[in-house]
């Protein structure tokens, strides 16, 4: 009679290899996460840089159109997501760790990866990108408000500085070790969303703001309406890491991990729209057609609340960049352990996580206008593995 621990899997090695493996891998380290986890963990990854121009989105569609969309897309993400939660345990005697694992059960072991892996993969790793971008930003802004006297500095030296903190998060095992990072990001998402639209609000409506479209012609509305659905989009992100994040809650035959997820996802969708909605709302309200792409370089005063409000914004970007990696480092760690078959170790670990932090460094760093691509990147990948992928599976 054969054991477990010597029977064999496809990959050549026995089951309590691969248990170790699974075991040290960054989704599947620790299953002993709480349902609130999730709630952090998905409002940090969801309400991100991208809120910051859902007001600039409403001035590309219009009241009508942008309201139109702005509450669809909650209710389809939702609906989205709640789907692939579901599917988490849908076969029975295995969960479905990871996204790429749920596209090779619904379109086959081949197909499915083909089909999910290269989104999932732009997804994240423009996102990082984006999110280098962002933070040097709010940073270069946070010094030029508080020091209006002094030199200007690069935005390349600011990406720098948050990328020193990146190097060190990075090495943090697993989902579950940045739980605290997260919580943090998370409160900061919901205190910069604040400060973004009661600070517009105290700044008072113009008498001739104009809600007519930007565009000079129909072809430039046209295009400014795909790029809105594209930010939009972007900013409802986040099913691409949902699956990953159950995966680090315990399940049980009698309670599914299903059950802790819905509930932390619910929660987590409230928050959602409590940071969303007055933020787009109450933007375009204020500044109508002239709100700028990221609504914080529309407002100057007081300067100490918009500086207190980059900061909030670049300590939740540390967070946001977090879970967005951590996904990323279990796909490379996952193919150069099962598949090159190296030895799962500090080193490999180190060596993997730090060019990656040094790649989207060096990239922001390269193309700081990366951020301006929001709507391509929401258009392109974001809205497939958000609003077709999972309903489709």
Request: hydrophobic share 50%.
């Amino acid at each position: 009679m054969v054991t477990q621990s010597s029977e064999e899997s496809p990959g050549g090695r026995t089951a309590a290899e691969e248990k170790a493996i699974e075991d040290w891998l960054p989704v599947t380290g620790s299953r002993e996460a709480k349902w609130w986890y999730a709630v952090f963990h998905k409002v940090t990854c969801m309400v991100g840089a991208g809120i910051l121009s859902l007001p600039y989105a409403m001035s590309s569609m219009g009241w009508g159109a942008g309201v139109t969309m702005m509450v669809l897309s909650w209710m389809i993400t939702l609906y989205t997501l709640w789907q692939m939660v579901e599917m988490h345990e849908t076969v029975p005697g295995k969960r479905l760790d990871r996204y790429h694992e749920l596209g090779q059960e619904a379109f086959g072991e081949k197909l499915g990866l083909y089909i999910v892996v290269p989104q999932q993969l732009i997804v994240e790793v423009s996102t990082c990108i984006i999110f280098m971008v962002t933070a040097g930003k709010s940073l270069q802004k946070f010094h030029d408000t508080v020091c209006p006297s002094c030199s200007r500095i690069r935005l390349t030296y600011f990406i720098m500085i948050f990328s020193s903190a990146q190097f060190v998060l990075a090495h943090l095992p697993n989902f579950n070790s940045i739980f605290v990072v997260s919580i943090a990001a998370a409160v900061m998402s919901l205190s910069y969303s604040t400060i973004a639209w009661a600070a517009a609000l105290g700044k008072g409506r113009d008498e001739h703001v104009d809600y007519s479209l930007r565009g000079k012609n129909t072809g430039d509305n046209v295009f400014n309406f795909l790029n809105g659905l594209g930010q939009i989009a972007f900013a409802y992100a986040g099913h691409n890491v949902v699956l990953e994040i159950q995966a680090t809650l315990p399940s049980t035959p009698e309670k599914p991990s299903k059950l802790a997820m819905w509930r932390g996802v619910f929660f987590a969708y409230i928050i959602v729209a409590i940071c969303y909605f007055p933020v787009a709302f109450i933007g375009y309200y204020i500044f109508g057609n002239s709100v700028e792409d990221n609504i914080m370089l529309s407002l100057d005063k007081p300067a100490w609340l918009i500086a207190a409000a980059n900061m909030f914004v670049l300590i939740h970007v540390i967070g946001s960049y977090q879970i967005y990696a951590m996904v990323v480092f279990d796909m490379m760690e996952t193919y150069l352990v099962k598949q090159v078959k190296l030895k799962p170790s500090f080193g490999l670990r180190f060596t993997t996580r730090t060019l990656f932090v040094a790649f989207t460094m060096f990239i922001g760093m390269t193309f700081p206008f990366f951020g301006g691509l929001v709507g391509f990147f929401g258009g392109f990948a974001l809205a497939p593995t958000t609003y077709f992928v999972s309903p489709s599976t």
